[in-house]
């Protein structure tokens, strides 16, 4: 079971700064730095390393198996995974362009991959539980491709705990009504390798072609 440890907490503290979405961005640039009302981006500052178009994760304490809630109201593990390459991104059905955007490419991506796609699996795990059910979560990602799996937590399950384990940062923002509202969240996506290890962050804004090419690197590993 994952446990924080004081190391954990700190990485995440520091994660915040580099991954904690902004306000939302006038352009899907993800360079962008002037703020807009109604869009939302992230991005990760570091040194990329050869071969990654993303950022190299495989060293960080980061990551690790949780449950939540599929399209189908059944709990799904992350670990059901293992034996594919995953890609994880957060967010929520109401994100007015962030979202969407990245699912579109996620879908690109699986495209370029051809027949390997069958060896990837993308999965979309809601940071707004209040309004995202079961049902809702699900048709969202299945919009986008059928095989994505949307997910969202529901019960006991601790999506607090799960956002801390993936340094994933949301927050309500321009509440208008009690379901009226947007969220401000980390953006972009993480690359698990097919043991479920967190191994490239690919920040918002990476094209399909260059997740592509991470993923067949992981796919060779």
Do not use: W
């Not at 440890?5 to 006038?26: F, N, S, Y």
């Not at 059901?80 to 979202?99: A, E, M, Q, R």
């Not at 401000?184 to 191994?199: I, Q, R, S």
Request: charged share 25%.
């Amino acid at each position: 079971m994952f446990k924080p440890t004081p190391r954990r907490i700190l990485l995440a503290v520091a994660a915040a700064a580099l991954l904690a979405a902004c306000k939302p961005q006038e352009t899907t640039d993800p360079a962008a730095s002037q703020p807009a009302p109604d869009k939302a981006s992230a991005t990760v500052a570091a040194a990329q390393p050869a071969g990654f178009h993303g950022t190299d994760m495989r060293k960080e304490d980061i990551g690790g198996d949780f449950t939540l809630t599929d399209g189908d109201g059944k709990p799904f593990s992350l670990s059901s995974l293992k034996g594919k390459t995953v890609i994880l991104s957060f967010g929520y059905t109401h994100c007015p362009d962030v979202c969407p955007t990245e699912l579109l490419t996620y879908s690109d991506a699986l495209k370029q991959l051809g027949a390997e796609a069958d060896k990837v699996a993308v999965v979309f795990a809601s940071v707004d539980p209040e309004r995202d059910t079961p049902e809702l979560i699900g048709k969202y990602a299945r919009q986008f491709n059928p095989a994505f799996i949307g997910l969202t937590a529901t019960e006991d399950q601790d999506l607090p705990l799960i956002k801390q384990q993936y340094r994933v940062v949301s927050a309500k923002a321009q509440q208008q009504s009690e379901k009226v509202y947007l969220v401000d969240h980390t953006a972009g996506a993480y690359l698990l390798d097919k043991n479920g290890e967190v191994a490239v962050f690919e920040p918002y804004g990476n094209t399909a072609q260059q997740i592509a090419d991470d993923i067949r690197i992981l796919l060779k590993s």
